[in-house]
């Protein structure tokens, strides 16, 4: 069963299935009829830290003393699952854009129904209940290994915990603040590989890229916008891995030089997860800019032989001045140009740096732990008063 045009231009990657099911249920809708994120993301925080520190809270009072932050904890549920959420309305608007392009820029002319299929396809997967009920289920059990350290292995174990005072907290934290963010980061990735497969199957449409086209990339570059919304999810793990780490930093005395090159492998695995799937279409980019070369290589052999034969090889230039000859020679060259650096794979500098900055910016903070805060601050004060380093 195909979708219609229409309905296929109304394409969203993230808005169905049960969870979003529920949050309609619970009437968190725009006027639009869009998922409300915002609010989505207000209720699920205050359900997932909310109890937990009013547990604390309590604990402090009757054991008369403050317990240790735990950053994993606090990044978790304050700083990933906005971000969780903030990638679904993202990925909304990103791939709801690429599908409408591909259709309005006439890429999938005469392969319409083959186009509608793709999308039904991902659609259906989209919305199946099954593998959102694994992916709670999953997230359930995980937790409990995490928290609770069943089975005696020692990986799953942290250095930081919730104190064991906190009952209260530890058994919330086990049994649904821990889960639900656990699921949001399974979702998020289930959603993506509907999209990796759905990128793969359009690189096997016979799309036509142009070599002339500005974007440098065929006119296709617009298939990157998804990856760079992929970006939130990528920070949501980053701002959990940051939180691990500042824990042992703090707590185990970890050096924060002995972190460099595990930060360096996270953003090289961002970089290769969010733009790694475009690469289905680098081999279609690569023929269009071989053929491009030599229909446009023989075009300009042919132009400047009659523009030579015609203004050079004779002396008489009384009509150069205004001639539109040259600003024709210009603007071959200029295509030609265009050709010569066209890339290989459809996305450009700007998603590799939006990326990597999703990666990298959350471990800011547990870079500067390093510094001592006394120096931090005279440098600071040093840069804002303009003295020389």
Known sequence: MFLSMSAARDFSLVDGGPFCALLRHFGWTRRDGRIDYLRACIVVVAVAWGPLLVATLSARVMVGHAFAIDWGVHARLLVAIPLLLLADASLH???????DQLVADRWVTHQQERFDGIVARAVRHRDAV????????????????????FGGLPFTRRLVTLDRHLAAARWWYALVALPLFQFLVYRALFRWGIWIQMLWRLSRLRLQPMATHPDLAGGLEFLSWPS???????AALSATQAGVWADQVIYAGLKVTELKWQALVFALAGLVV??????VVSGRLWRCQIDGQHQYGSLATDYTRLFHAR?????????????ADLQSLADLAGGYEVVAKMRFVPFGPRAVIAIAAAAVAP?????????????LLAKLAGTLLGKPG
């Open 93 to 99: 608007e990103r791939t709801r854009f690429v599908v």
């Open 130 to 149: 099954v593998p959102e009920v694994l992916l709670l289920g999953i997230a359930l059990a995980a937790s409990q290994v995490i928290v609770w350290g």
């Open 228 to 234: 760079i919304g992929f970006g939130h999810v990528i």
């Open 274 to 279: 969010a733009l790694g799937p475009l690469l």
């Open 311 to 323: 203004w050079l090889a004779q002396r008489e230039r009384n009509d150069v001045l205004g001639s």
């Open 363 to 375: 471990m800011v903070p547990v870079a500067l732990l390093g510094v001592p805060l006394d120096q």
